[in-house]
């Protein structure tokens, strides 16, 4: 498969996975292992990656050697919470400057917080950084992050957590067809097919956590996507037939038939 390209490094995988909500950093392990993935995101807030000496670590189970850590605000309300956590975790990880900027405007719907989005974005990018960026799936904000030099935009298909799907296809197209930067979808994907449809679309790929988490067998599930992504993206490529309203189309060969 075509690689996925971001901030200038090239990615097999099309697929990245949150590494929260798992009973054990055992079983992270192994549903990061049977997703392919390549890019692992981080709740700086959440998991310890050596801000607490002596207790397990997530970097012991997913090494940086193996893996690109995509540390993340996930739990930061406001741009300056958001800017001092990845300042934070470019500290722990040894000046890792690619991060997942998140700031949401509410607990309850965990909607991003696009002002405040902004407003983070635009320092952390004159700080060096290389932001991804978790946003509303509104045209006009992708746009504006774009500009500012976000290295990503990663709409939301539905709510955090939600497994609602892609519940606005007509602004996500919309994103994709203006954005020269990669497009991924992020946050509300709850099955295969919904992975497999993102990618039919042509967002350059998709990240996740619950869909994969939150199933019956998480390992199982993770094998899953990452078939799903594999085969959006072929399909992609291959290009879909057309729809024919109201047209049908012999499947076999109507010239050459035996009389």
Not at 142 to 151: F, Q, R, S, T
Request: aromatic letters at 4%; proline letters at 7%; a neutral charge.
């Amino acid at each position: 498969m075509d690689p996925l390209i971001i901030a200038g490094k090239a990615y097999r995988s099309r697929l990245l996975v949150g590494t929260g909500k798992y009973k054990d950093f055992a079983e992270t392990k192994a549903a990061v292992e049977a997703s392919g993935a390549e890019i692992v995101t981080v709740a700086i807030r959440r998991t310890n990656i050596g801000q607490e000496p002596g207790q397990p670590s997530l970097l012991d189970v997913l090494p940086p050697s193996r893996y690109t850590m995509l540390p993340n605000t996930a739990g930061c309300y406001s741009a300056d919470d958001a800017v001092r956590t990845l300042r934070l975790a470019r500290e722990l990880l040894d000046g890792h400057d690619l991060v997942k900027l998140e700031v949401l405007g509410d607990p309850k719907t965990l909607f991003p917080h696009m002002p405040e989005t902004i407003k983070a974005a635009e320092i952390l990018v004159k700080d060096g950084f290389k932001v991804m960026v978790y946003c509303s799936d509104d045209p006009i904000q992708a746009k504006i992050l774009e500009d500012i030099g976000c290295v990503a935009v990663m709409p939301l298909a539905s709510l955090i957590g939600s497994g609602m799907g892609i519940l606005n296809p007509w602004n996500l197209r919309l994103i994709l067809d203006q954005s020269k930067v990669p497009v991924l979808v992020d946050a509300g994907v709850g099955t295969a097919s919904d992975a497999a449809i993102a990618l039919e679309m042509g967002c350059d790929g998709v990240l996740m956590n619950t869909a994969i988490a939150g199933a019956q067998n998480p390992v199982l599930m993770a094998g899953a996507m990452k078939k799903a992504v594999e085969a959006g993206r072929e399909a992609f490529l291959a290009g879909r037939m057309p729809k024919k309203l109201y047209s049908a189309t012999p499947s076999s060969p109507t010239s050459g038939m035996i009389s």
